[in-house]
T-cell receptor
């Protein structure tokens, strides 16, 4: 089974609107972390936001928030007030276990296109 | 603050040749990682290292060799390149502790095997 599933290969959103990018995960560990990375067309990987499995509140970083539903094993990224510069690939990733070998498992990504 | 660098940024090589991709970080991070990125697969872990002289396999290690004699360097070698190894390769590093265990990525190396 896929450990990280991103079911939306591509999404469109109008500028200034909010958009939700879906991510579901599969793990039997109690301690894990969920990450979102942005990859613009220039290719670099940019860390956006992190959610720990024991965090009671949803993570927020500026216009980014993570809608964490532990029972459903979902960690959706919400981008508010979309900007043209948000057009990029977005990857959800998971770190399993409490250990320090911080290996990440990535989903296949969602390409977001912000339109005028 | 140079961060994490990769060289070369672009490489074209022929099937059967040996090629080494370099990764260098200036943060003295304990952990370093190599990923490959392919359409439809996202990023997949090839090898990782917890410290100098400690390396371990990731999800797709076949055909690759790594070494880590110094904390700051983590070269990835394709001993006999194949067309299926055409990909974008990312190196990453992590402090390995703290709340996030966040990974910082290099700019990537685009490798084409002809």
């Amino acid at each position: 089974a896929q450990k990280i599933t991103q079911t939306q290969p591509g999404m469109f959103v109008q500028e200034k609107e909010a958009v939700t990018l879906d991510c579901t995960y599969d793990t039997s560990d109690q301690s894990y972390g969920l990450f979102w990375y942005k990859q613009p067309s220039s290719g670099e990987m940019i860390f956006l936001i992190y959610q720990g499995s024991y965090d009671e509140q949803n993570a927020t970083e500026g216009r980014y928030s993570l809608n964490f539903q532990k029972a459903r094993k979902s960690a959706n990224l919400v981008i508010s007030a979309s900007q043209l510069g948000d057009s990029a690939m977005y990857f959800c990733a998971m770190r399993e276990g409490p250990g320090t070998a911080s290996k990440l498992t990535f989903g296949t990504g969602t390409r977001l296109q912000v339109t005028l | 603050d140079a961060g994490i660098t990769q060289s070369p940024r672009y490489k074209i090589t022929e099937t059967g040749r040996q090629v080494t991709l370099m990764c260098h970080q200036t943060w003295s991070h304990s952990y370093m990682f190599w990923y490959r990125q392919d359409l439809g697969h996202g990023l997949r872990l090839i090898y990782y290292s917890a410290a100098a002289d400690i390396t371990d396999k990731g999800e797709v290690p076949d055909g690759y060799v790594v070494s880590r004699s110094k904390t700051e360097n983590f070269p990835l070698t394709l001993e006999s390149a194949t067309r299926s190894q055409t990909s974008v390769y990312f190196c990453a590093s992590s402090l390995g502790r703290g709340r996030f265990y966040e990974q910082y990525f290099g700019p990537g190396t685009r490798l084409t095997v002809t």
